[in-house]
């Protein structure tokens, strides 16, 4: 985003275009039902029949994996924006942090003013973490997301644990443990999930007050996930530096990680669907096959995804090129479907949500990935960056950056 066209590595725009895309599918029930029902299909939206065969296929092939595959790319492109300011004499930590610090307060004003699940402000701090291993070498970089993985599986593993002790609920203690997992991988008790309706339906003070008291904050997000964020991070800043996502690979050598990275997560992936339906959505099973089983693999799985996507770019072609440009602009694709699908579902627009079911919500995925397809390759015939990108770029650097391109 900090650099030219001209120097554009179009690899990464791609898989960062896909990315964008896909998080749009993952977090179209985060925008359209109680925040719970992300997780688990009992708590809104339906969990039989249409709604379930959609939760299937989101849990396999996209939930976590895409914002993982977002996160890989937030980390290589941190190393493409210090290379390049180093380059041209600039101190290149002082250009990310100051990018960081930036992105926090964009992150935060999405956060509170239009939707709870905002990541831009859990990115930034996560990446003022993350150059601190923006210089050790390959090896040491995966080894280190290995680490970083570990501690979060261990971490979520402990609360599982807890979770499968409380179940009984035989103790007030018990009781309080099981009763705060529902709220985020069960059936959460009537008067939250009517709050949480009321808070998003009505105007757009009354939303911006319902997040600032009940929405988790960048801290909370940052204990819950940021060893996983990071771990991610870091992984992407060695498939930069390896040349793994440059395409300086061979094509039998990206085609033999992805048959294996997606013969081996896939499989997994299905066999935790199934069981998690087999045992009725259980929020054990839930949290289970949404967090502690999935933490271990879906390094894999985002891996298996970028070197499929490494093949499908040779030769690039008409439709990969607009790919490419909505990864360009990726930064405004993401908060513009925030701002159309917050229109749609929040009190201020359309007043939509926890209106639909779940099956119902994967309507406005095609609808949301034309319009990035049509605007993005437009946009850039004409403007060296996307209007959110430009405004980051500017603030960061504190002063207007050039927008229109030059003309014949």
Not at 189 to 210: D, K, Q, S
């Amino acid at each position: 985003m900090t650099h030219s066209p001209a120097s554009r590595i179009v690899s990464l725009d791609v898989i960062r275009g896909v990315a964008v895309m896909g998080i749009l599918v993952a977090n179209l029930p985060a925008f359209g039902l109680p925040e719970a029902a992300y997780f688990s299909p009992l708590a809104w939206g339906g969990s039989t029949g249409w709604n379930r065969a959609v939760w299937f296929a989101n849990f396999v092939l996209v939930e976590g994996k895409m914002r993982g595959l977002f996160t890989f790319l937030f980390g290589a492109s941190m190393l493409v924006v210090i290379d390049a300011a180093e380059a041209r004499g600039q101190s290149g930590a002082a250009v990310h942090f100051r990018r960081m610090a930036t992105l926090f307060l964009i992150g935060c004003l999405h956060l509170y003013l239009f939707w709870w699940g905002d990541i831009l402000s859990h990115y930034a701090l996560v990446g003022a973490a993350a150059f601190l291993f923006a210089r050790i070498r390959v090896p040491a970089m995966v080894a280190v997301g290995v680490a970083l993985i570990a501690l979060q599986f261990l971490d979520e593993a402990v609360l599982g644990l807890a979770l499968l002790h409380s179940a009984a609920r035989d103790t007030p203690a018990h009781i309080a443990t099981w009763n705060a997992f529902s709220e985020g991988f069960g059936l959460p008790p009537a008067p939250i999930l009517h709050a949480t309706i009321a808070g998003v339906r009505g105007g757009f003070g009354e939303g911006i007050a319902y997040r600032w008291t009940h929405e988790a904050s960048p801290l909370t997000v940052l204990r819950l996930i940021g060893g996983q964020t990071l771990g991610s991070m870091v992984f992407g800043m060695a498939g930069y530096r390896s040349g793994f996502l440059t395409g300086a690979w061979s094509p039998r050598r990206y085609a033999l990680i992805a048959a294996i990275c997606l013969g081996l997560t896939v499989p997994a992936y299905v066999a935790l669907a199934l069981a998690t339906i087999a045992h009725g959505f259980d929020q054990r099973w839930v949290y289970l096959g949404s967090i502690v089983a999935s933490d271990p693999i879906r390094p894999l799985t985002v891996v298996g995804y970028a070197a499929l996507l490494m093949l499908a770019i040779r030769p690039l072609g008409a439709f990969g090129a607009r790919i490419a440009a909505v990864g360009r602009v990726a930064f405004t694709n993401y908060l513009g479907t925030t701002l159309m699908m917050t229109f749609v579902f929040s009190g201020w627009g359309l007043g939509q949500f926890a209106r639909w079911t779940r099956a119902d919500l994967y309507w406005l995925a095609p609808l949301a990935w034309g319009i990035m397809l049509v605007w993005s390759p437009w946009w850039l015939r004409r403007y060296r960056y996307g209007p959110f990108e430009w405004a980051w770029r500017s603030l960061s650097r504190g002063r207007l950056q050039p927008m229109r391109l030059a003309t014949a």
